[in-house]
T-cell receptor, first 113, second 113 residues
Framework: SQQGEEDPQALSIQEGENATMNCSYK?????LQWYRQNSGRGLVHLIL?????REKHSGRLRVTLDTSKKSSSLLITASRAADTASYFCATEGRQGGSEKLVFGKGTKLTVNP | DGGITQSPKYLFRKEGQNVTLSCEQN?????MYWYRQDPGQGLRLIYYSQIVNDFQKGDIAEGYSVSREKKESFPLTVTSAQKNPTAFYLC????????????FGAGTRLSVL
């Protein structure tokens, strides 16, 4: 079962612009994570936000979490061509299946030079 | 050079054949995971293991089998019962039981001849 649902499915922007991706989920979570995947490669962890946190920063990345709306957003500021990749949110559940992550379908970001 | 190694990078399966995908990690992680990724889709969990000699089915285990005889190794066999095996397979590991950040290999692309 896929819990995370990213929006938009695809996003195309110019270098230097900001990119915002959203993730919605359905059940209670321990944490929510964002991963990046370059074409044909494995995923790389970007940032983890716990259920009791509302905002987190890492370099040019800013993640917010609204547990009342069961949603999260990932903001990439001052984007670069090298940011071109697919971005996935993943949730770690609070009950039962807390030993595994559930991934969304991803947002494909293209940053044009 | 620590990390997760998946092999081979590309694999071709003939009709009725079983094939085994290798996943080795030298990160001393307890938990290991196998995911399937179809084009333009997110990751779906096939099997996971939290400890040696123990593993659990994920969301799409039918037609697959695994073993966990050593902490560092978690091979996946795609059996002839899996009628649509063409996909990108990703192995991951995590440093603790109960989920957390996952570290991914580079993937194996399986195609049917």
């Amino acid at each position: 079962s896929q819990q995370g649902e990213e929006d938009p499915q695809a996003l195309s922007i110019q270098e230097g612009e900001n990119a915002t991706m959203n993730c919605s989920y359905k059940t209670s979570i321990n944490n929510l994570q964002w991963y990046r995947q370059n074409s044909g490669r494995g995923l790389v962890h970007l940032i983890l936000i716990r259920s009791n946190e509302r905002e987190k920063h890492s370099g040019r990345l800013r993640v917010t979490l609204d547990t009342s709306k069961k949603s999260s957003s990932l903001l990439i500021t001052a984007s670069r061509a090298a940011d071109t990749a697919s971005y996935f949110c993943a949730t770690e559940g609070r009950q039962g299946g807390s030993e595994k992550l559930v991934f969304g379908k991803g947002t494909k970001l293209t940053v044009n030079p | 050079d620590g990390g997760i190694t998946q092999s081979p990078k590309y694999l071709f399966r003939k009709e009725g054949q079983n094939v085994t995908l290798s996943c080795e990690q030298n990160l001393n992680h307890d938990a290991m995971y196998w995911y399937r990724q179809d084009p333009g889709q997110g990751l779906r969990l096939i099997y996971y293991s939290q400890i040696v000699n123990d593993f659990q089915k994920g969301d799409i285990a039918e037609g697959y089998s695994v073993s966990r005889e050593k902490k560092e190794s978690f091979p996946l066999t795609v059996t002839s019962a899996q009628k649509n095996p063409t996909a990108f397979y990703l192995c991951a590991s995590s440093p603790r039981q109960g989920g957390g950040i996952q570290y991914f290999g580079a993937g194996t692309r399986l195609s049917v001849l």
